[in-house]
């Protein structure tokens, strides 16, 4: 058995990142692959979408092209949510790059909510290079 440690800073009933040995979204997921293609690329299965739930993330993102080491970070933040079966996106998601080389700088990430998972999308933007793309990723959800 684990040796728990006490933390003053948490209320009764929280749970400190990566206490939870996987469950509940509290462990990072990590997602990473290495596309050659101008186009948008989907990193299938990041999440399971469970019926009458909510999930929130928070995605940082590093993408560096392999034969430049051009480079491009960002935050990617949304949500999405699987109603009597309906999966659907949260309105709005945010994506805060906050590092990036020149020939990065249009480079994105999108996700969709398909009706077992969310996936994410990445785009070089017509850059047609060997791009490796490294998603770390936090869910949070909700039962309804």
Do not use: H
């Not at 989907?42 to 469970?50: F, M, Q, W």
């Not at 020939?103 to 060997?130: E, K, P, R």
Request: aromatic share 10%; glycine share 8%; charged share 20%.
């Amino acid at each position: 058995m684990a040796i728990q440690k006490y933390n003053p800073l948490l209320k009764k009933g929280f749970q400190e990142l990566g206490s939870g040995g996987g469950t509940g979204g509290l462990v990072p997921f990590v997602q990473e692959e290495t596309f050659s293609s101008a186009g948008k690329q989907t990193l299938s299965n990041s999440r399971t979408l469970t019926d009458n739930t909510a999930v929130s993330f928070v995605t940082r993102v590093t993408a560096v092209k392999l034969s430049t080491r051009d480079t491009w970070c960002a935050i990617f933040k949304g949500g999405a949510k699987k109603v009597s079966g309906v999966a659907s996106e949260v309105d709005t998601e945010t994506l805060e790059v906050f590092a990036y080389d020149a020939a990065a700088i249009d480079w994105y990430i999108t996700f969709a909510a398909t009706s077992t998972t969310l996936d994410f999308a990445v785009n070089s933007n017509g850059d047609s290079s060997a791009i490796k793309w490294r998603l770390e990723t936090i869910f949070n959800e909700v039962s309804i």
